[in-house]
């Protein structure tokens, strides 16, 4: 295994846990909740409460999920190795990372708050990563 596959490898799995983390950080905070009801959040929450904040960390993640995921199945499917692939995988990761750690630190109404910009870099890193498979394909 090159040293880029396995950075590729890597950034994936580390992205599934900090999606396992995420849920489980999710779950957690509203278990704990009085008279919590699985599978519904109190629609009087708002960015004031963690749990809140940690459904919507947790679900913003799963909505941006499906396109990393299937763009990265799709580049391991046909073998793709560039570094310029892999960095962008890990700068998907870090962006979301950072994105989990402002949203369960920062309760915030306004938009763009500091969270946004970094589901920014990650859209971004995705966009990139979806291209350069496309022009593989193309290619």
């Not at 700068?91 to 630190?105: D, G, S, T, W």
Request: one cysteine or more; glycine letters at 4%; charged letters at 10%.
């Amino acid at each position: 295994m090159t040293d880029i596959t396995f950075s590729a490898y890597f950034a994936f799995f580390l992205y599934l846990l900090l999606l396992l983390v995420q849920w489980g950080v999710a779950t957690i905070s509203k278990a704990k909740q009085p008279n919590a009801v699985p599978g519904k959040i109190d629609d009087e929450l708002s960015h004031n409460s963690f749990v809140f904040r940690a459904h919507r960390t947790f679900h913003n993640t799963l909505e941006n999920s499906a396109l990393f995921i299937g763009t990265i199945m799709l580049a391991f499917v046909l073998n793709y190795q560039s570094t310029v692939f892999a960095l962008c995988m890990w700068v998907y990761l870090i962006a979301r990372f950072i994105h989990m750690v402002l949203y369960y630190a920062i309760a915030t109404e306004k938009n763009p708050s500091p969270r946004s910009y970094f589901f920014l870099i990650g859209v971004v890193a995705n966009i990139t990563m979806l291209v350069l498979l496309g022009m593989r394909l193309v290619a």
